[in-house]
């Protein structure tokens, strides 16, 4: 088989052009190929991937570590808020004075409590179980507020707001979702 002048022109364009790809595609510092590779867990089914997109990596591993110790901190801010409430309410049952209207209101307030502890937990296990690494909720009365790690987009509101909903029995109106970025 004999190679002529038009097949070497095609070949060394074939090659220009696939060098082009592969250095287009190391430069952009992603290091997945724009083709489902399958550890793709952001794309959602019907999306389309935009020709000569650029995918820049927003969050870097600090942040995320950070971002795991802004949870851890939340959480346990919350359970000390919590402790102390629970402090005062046992000094109010462990009072001999205080009369037993007082002490009523404390044992319902600590089992509003414990009700809210356990919606907040049910609530953070299953946004986790959805796939958001890191959540956390807190009741106080009829609000619930959301914290939820990422940048959320309508359908993540929509499926964090239906979790709280149904967990909680909390309406829209009184659920405050926030996502970090």
């Known amino acids: 088989m004999k190679f002529g002048r038009k097949q070497f022109v095609l070949a060394s364009l074939v090659l220009a052009l696939g060098a082009a790809v592969y250095l287009n595609w190391q430069f952009a510092g992603t290091n997945k190929l724009p083709v489902g590779d399958g550890e793709d867990t952001t794309s ?75 919606k907040e937990t049910n609530v953070e296990n299953l946004l986790k179980a959805k796939g958001y690494a890191e959540s956390v909720a807190y009741i106080a009365g009829d609000q619930c507020n959301v914290v939820v790690a990422g940048d959320l987009q309508d359908s993540d509101m929509l499926i964090v707001q239906e979790i709280v909903m149904e967990q909680t029995g909390l309406t829209a109106e009184n659920i405050v979702i926030i996502g970090t970025k």
Do not use: H, P
């Open 44 to 118: 959602q089914l019907g999306a389309a991937q935009l020709v000569n997109n650029a995918y820049v990596e927003t969050v870097s591993d600090d942040l995320q570590a950070n971002a795991g110790e802004l949870f851890a901190e939340a959480r346990l801010n919350r359970q000390n808020s919590r402790d102390e409430a629970l402090e005062l309410l046992d000094s109010v049952l462990e009072d001999v004075e205080a009369d037993s209207d007082a002490k009523r209101a404390a044992v319902e307030e600590a089992s509003a409590m414990a009700q809210n502890i356990l």
